[in-house]
């Protein structure tokens, strides 16, 4: 087999990975080629902008494992390849060297065991950094169950090392992926989380000392392939944030390629609305203070795919609204529909100089399709009106045209005005 077959092969069987994210890593004054100034990776966009690309593939889609919701699972028919060390690491200097890449993202399945796998890893970043003198982004992933000793070795090698917890669950694992478990998953992601803070520690004290995953780790689950519900996969989100210090944890609605009883249909499609309303939900537990709790409950587990989960919140919260703008502290601020992160911090410089009204709030970037109904500048709603929740929630609501506000009755009757978002 040669080498464009081998990349054919391999590069297929890598798509279904989608841990792909900025690097966050800056390395500068090395001499050798290639560049890594906090770049993205996968079409992704770097923090000034910059559209970076980088060459996505398994090391091999030999697999020992036969996890059930895996295309490269043992039992699959299907063209099998392996590169050899210097193969990869040629072909990735030669694509950077044409401009085709920026960057690596190595996976692979599992040959022999977990460290034979991970040594051909090493072997190939260590040709890449040591004898070809690539100084750009690699993110290789770390094979539960490897040796720390070569778990270290990998992590000085890459700029990112992830450990994919695939399923999020103990059952969900037994009864898909029977070779593998949580411990086993979560082993790893404790020693490198360990490996990180600890290399941290010894930079500031030696700024020499060779750096550990300087872009952190992250991981990936399944969503959909399982009954596992959306407050669940919060909740273990929220605990790997916090035990863990990931970066990121993405989420990768299932694709059903292989047949099985215990999987989807394969005519059904994948959940990418889903996977959409989890990643909205994750950026409201990693950027605006929320908790896992506060966007679900053990009453409400899955979220509302007609509307985002901000949104939801804030329509399930009515006696919290409207905040007034001009007072509101920046925590305030960041629950409200409509106000991002940036947005929450201009209003905050920009009340020092004066009051704020709408049209300001324009200006600085607020969403107001969103935000004017639970919002009040100088005590007053947008445009003098008053909404009831049926309204705002129809306007809120993705894919529907916002409502025409209603103009506010004293002929209402009372069960109407029990219905508004906020006392009259």
Known sequence: MDLMEKLQILSRAAKYDVSCTSSGVDRRGTQGIGSCSLAGLCHSFAADGRCISLLKVLFTNHCIYNCKYCVNRRDNP?????????????????????????????????????????????????????????????????IPGADNILTTRLGLLADRVSVNIELPSQTSLQSLAPDKSKESILRPMGFISQK????????????????????????????????????????????????????????SAYVPMVEDRLLPDRSSKPPLLREHRLYQADWLLRFYGFQAEELLSENQQDLDMTLDPKSNWAITHPELFPVEVNTAPYNTLLRVPGIGVKSARRIIECRKFGSLDFSALRRIGVVLKRARYFLLCSGHTMDGMKFSTTSALRALRDGLPADVPEQLSLYNPVQEREKLPWPV
């Open 78 to 142: 299907g063209p099998r390849a392996a590169f050899t060390p210097r193969e990869l690491a040629d072909l990735t200097i030669q694509f950077y060297r044409r401009n085709y890449i920026e960057g690596l993202f190595l996976s692979s399945g599992i040959m022999r065991n977990p460290d034979y796998t991970t040594e051909r890893l090493i072997e190939t970043l260590e040709l890449l950094r040591n004898e070809y003198g690539f100084h750009g982004y690699i993110h290789a992933k770390a």
């Open 196 to 251: 990180i803070t600890e290399n941290g520690t010894e930079l500031v004290k030696y700024r020499h000392t060779p750096k550990f995953a300087p872009a952190g780790q992250s991981t990936q689950m399944i969503i959909g392939a399982t009954p596992d519900t959306d407050y669940q996969i919060l909740r273990l989100t929220q605990s790997l944030y916090k035990k863990y210090k990931l970066k990121r944890v993405f989420f």
